[in-house]
Each structure stands twice: as C-alpha cells, then as structure tokens.
C-alpha cells in the first residue's frame, strides 16, 4: 500500500519551483512594458537595425513604411507592428505589439528582435 501511495505521488505531483520560468518559446501573457525599449541611436539606423532583425528571424515583412517608422511583420501566425520613434537625436524607441491586441503570445519573438537590435547597434548600417 505505501508502495502504491509513492507511485501515486511521483506520477501525479509535479514540483513547483519560484524562480522557473516557461521557455520563450510557449505562448504565454506578455505585459505590454517588455514590448517596448529604448535605444541609443538615432531613429533611423533603430529602422534599419530592425527591419535586420524581422530578416534575421525569419519572419515574413507584410508591410513597410519609412515615413512613419513602422513595420508589420507575421512571426508564428500572428501579425506584429514594430514602431521606431525618436525620442531624441541620438536616442529612440522600439515599440512591437500585436495587431490584434491579444497580448498572448510566444515572448521569444520581442526578445528575439531586441537581442538582434542590441547586438548589432554598434555595427554600421550600409
């Protein structure tokens, strides 16, 4: 009987640990705060720098504007809008959200493009 009880106990409790968090690869509810970061540089080379990364990550373009400093992108069967504005000369803001305002979502995706943007921020943009 105590043998059994083990075997019940291993098989159906999972441990829970603080400090786990998902893989950013499992959809998950992502705050609206970790899709924005601010980069030192102009909103020009930010632009550029994250049309690199939407590439880099394979993700299909489906439209661009470089007038008003957007792109939207399809990463994962959703559609994302990344926003670059300035804040000043030599700073700027990268802004990416969902087009359907549903904040559930894999948060690799923003990560992903932001560690491309942070490690390619100092290289030139031809």
């Known amino acids: ?3 059994l009880i083990m075997l019940f106990a291993l098989l159906f409790m999972t441990p ?3 400090d786990e968090q998902l893989p950013l690869t499992v959809p998950q509810n ?3 705060e970790t899709c924005t970061k601010m980069f030192a540089t102009n ?3 930010l632009f550029y720098l994250t049309l690199g990364a939407v590439s880099a ?3 299909a373009v489906d439209e661009i504007q470089t007038a008003n400093g957007y792109i939207i992108f399809t990463a994962a069967n959703n559609k994302y809008l990344a926003t670059i504005a300035s804040i000043d000369p030599l700073n700027s803001i990268l802004k990416i959200t969902p087009c359907n305002d ?3 979502f894999q948060p690799g995706i923003i ?3 932001f560690k491309y943007v942070d ?4 290289t030139e943009v031809k």
């Open 1 to 3: 009987m105590k043998k």
């Open 102 to 104: 549903i904040y559930y």
């Open 111 to 113: 990560v992903n493009m």
């Open 43 to 45: 909103q020009e080379k």
């Open 16 to 18: 829970v640990f603080a």
């Open 57 to 59: 990550n394979k993700f």
């Open 119 to 122: 490690l390619n921020l100092n």
């Open 30 to 32: 992502v705050s609206f």
